[in-house]
């Protein structure tokens, strides 16, 4: 297979930006002295208009993608509604996100509920509404596109290789993987691709998305909202999320390590090209941590 290199990412980590790392010391299992890199997250308020919607916790790489991406996965920014502005002040800890005309998030707060997401994501109570005008293209999924997109993105240069305790999301086209978010919540990290995807005015149609988290109705809805027709995890399955990606017309595809992985829905879009026998296992270098028991 042909290495992706550098140059074919639009948007990639940079494990090397000392913002988002910091190195620790502590002990080892024998109680020898230890050095590592951890994570740092921070806290970051969204406000829609001068009105503050939510703080969540945030490695604050892309800040503005997220404000947006975040408002337009849970309905509160339709995807044709004018942003006049996104601003965002580090010493504050708060983004504001500026349209040209007010918005009904109030009667949205009052239907607000949990999800499974880790931290705080949530789901408002008309996103399903939301889902049924959404029709995803009867687009293909190649095998071949699913080994090559799967190598890359695990050994590509990230902050989970540098510090661990995070979640990565990445968009595709084809074989080539586009633009790679992380962050401490793997919903803040597809909020971000949906954040740069209005930025930059790009569909979903002819996309891929690729998460190292399980697949969830939070997950299943987010990545319908894009317009995207193929989420593909290396992770395992919900019930509802399969439920929901079987009603979507969602191509769904899980466990996806070295040769293997399992579709449970969409099966329909995927074309077999590949001969399994020029394909490796997954390696332990490129082995995340913990995935022989993330199913």
């Known amino acids: 297979m042909t290495d992706i290199k550098e140059e074919d990412w639009l948007v990639r980590p940079n494990p090397l930006d000392p913002r988002l790392t910091q190195r620790v010391t502590g002990i080892d299992e024998t109680g020898r002295p230890v050095e590592t890199s951890v994570t740092v997250e921070r806290a970051l308020t969204l406000y829609l208009n001068a009105r503050e919607i939510v703080t969540m916790m945030t490695i604050l790489d892309h800040p503005e993608w997220l404000a947006l991406g975040y408002l337009l996965n849970q ?3 339709r995807p044709d509604d004018i942003v006049t502005g996104v601003d965002y002040d580090e010493d504050l800890g708060a983004v504001v996100v500026r349209t040209d005309t007010e918005t009904d998030f109030e009667d949205k707060l009052r239907k607000k509920t949990l999800t499974s997401g880790c931290a705080q994501g949530t789901a408002f109570g008309d996103l399903m509404e939301a889902l049924e005008t959404i029709v995803l293209p009867p687009s293909e999924v ?3 596109w699913l080994y090559r997109l799967t190598s890359a993105i695990n050994t590509t240069p990230s902050l989970y290789l540098e510090a661990g305790a995070i979640h990565g999301c990445v968009l595709c086209e084809g074989d080539r993987p586009l633009v790679y978010m992380e962050d401490v919540g793997r919903h803040n990290a597809v909020d971000k691709v949906a954040g740069w995807m209005f930025a930059n005015s790009i569909s979903g149609a002819d996309k891929l998305f690729y998460t190292t988290g399980r697949l969830t109705s939070e997950m299943v809805i987010k990545t319908v909202r894009m317009g995207i027709p193929v989420l593909v995890s290396r992770s395992g399955f919900t019930a509802w999320g399969v439920e929901l990606a079987r009603k979507c017309g969602l191509t769904l595809i899980g466990r996806a390590r070295g040769k293997r992985f ?33 199913d």
């Open 75 to 77: 309905n509160m920014l």
């Open 142 to 144: 190649r095998t071949s």
């Open 262 to 294: 399992v579709a449970l829905s969409g099966q329909e879009r995927i074309v077999f090209d590949q001969d399994l026998a020029y394909v490796e296992n997954e390696s332990f270098k490129s082995r995340r941590k913990g995935s022989r028991d993330d």
